[in-house]
T-cell receptor, first 112, second 113 residues
Framework: DQQVKQNSPSLSVQEGRISILNCDYT??????FLWYKKYPAEGPTFLIS?????DKNEDGRFTVFLNKSAKHLSLHIVPSQPGDSAVYFC???????????FGAGTQVVVTP | EAQVTQNPRYLITVTGKKLTVTCSQN?????MSWYRQDPGLGLRQIYY???????DKGDVPEGYKVSRKEKRNFPLILESPSPNQTSLYFC????????????FGPGTRLTVL
């Protein structure tokens, strides 16, 4: 039973526009959430995190929003750039040692 | 340079032939973990280790073994591989003291015929 779900397997967006990636979770015990980005033939790389006690975290072009009542988080990328084309994974963790539950990923394609 | 290395990067083998995928890190991290990535399922944790000689099962441990005899190494052992273990495998590490971020290796593409 997947505790973290990314229901959109793919997303296409024009360069310069906003990309919004969504993630839903079922485990209300998650203490934190992370977003990872993955290029082909490489390992996932960390993008941004948010603690469950916050509702927003921003880092440059990337902002993550957390709605605990809806068990939903989203990643906003503004403005989208061609180098953002990758698979994005959402993950939730329940303890400080980092046992993570990942979603299935969303393939983002940024078109010129 | 901070690194997580995995070997081999690609492996094709046959059912039942024991194999080991190595993982090594130079960041002195306490925590290490193995994941497998399958289409539509994302990354699923196989085993993790919180420190030397301390290991525990993740979500999909069946058919796998691990050991943590040294801090820097965390090999993944498939005693008798089967075709359903064909997958992309990632090792990851994390400091026990700072942040939530896990650092991933480049991956090992395993095919079991």
């Amino acid at each position: 039973d997947q505790q973290v779900k990314q229901n959109s397997p793919s997303l296409s967006v024009q360069e310069g526009r906003i990309s919004i990636l969504n993630c839903d979770y079922t485990n209300s015990m998650f203490d934190y959430f992370l977003w990872y980005k993955k290029y082909p033939a490489e390992g996932p790389t960390f993008l941004i995190s948010i603690s469950s006690i916050k509702d927003k975290n921003e880092d440059g072009r990337f902002t993550v929003f957390l709605n605990k009542s809806a068990k939903h988080l989203s990643l906003h990328i503004v403005p989208s750039q061609p180098g953002d084309s990758a698979v994005y994974f959402c993950a939730g963790g329940t303890d400080s040692w980092g046992k993570l539950q990942f979603g299935a990923g969303t393939q983002v394609v940024v078109t010129p | 340079e901070a690194q997580v290395t995995q070997n081999p990067r690609y492996l094709i083998t046959v059912t039942g032939k024991k194999l080991t995928v190595t993982c090594s890190q130079n960041m002195n991290h306490e925590y290490m973990s193995w994941y497998r990535q399958d289409p539509g399922l994302g990354l699923r944790q196989i085993y993790y280790s919180m420190n030397v000689e301390v290991t525990d099962k993740g979500d999909v441990p069946e058919g796998y073994k691990v050991s943590r005899k040294e801090k820097r190494n965390f090999p993944l052992i498939l005693e008798s591989p089967s075709p359903n273990q064909t997958s992309l495998y990632f090792c990851a590490t994390r400091s026990g003291r700072a942040g939530y971020e896990q650092f991933f290796g480049p991956g090992t593409r395993l095919t079991v015929l």
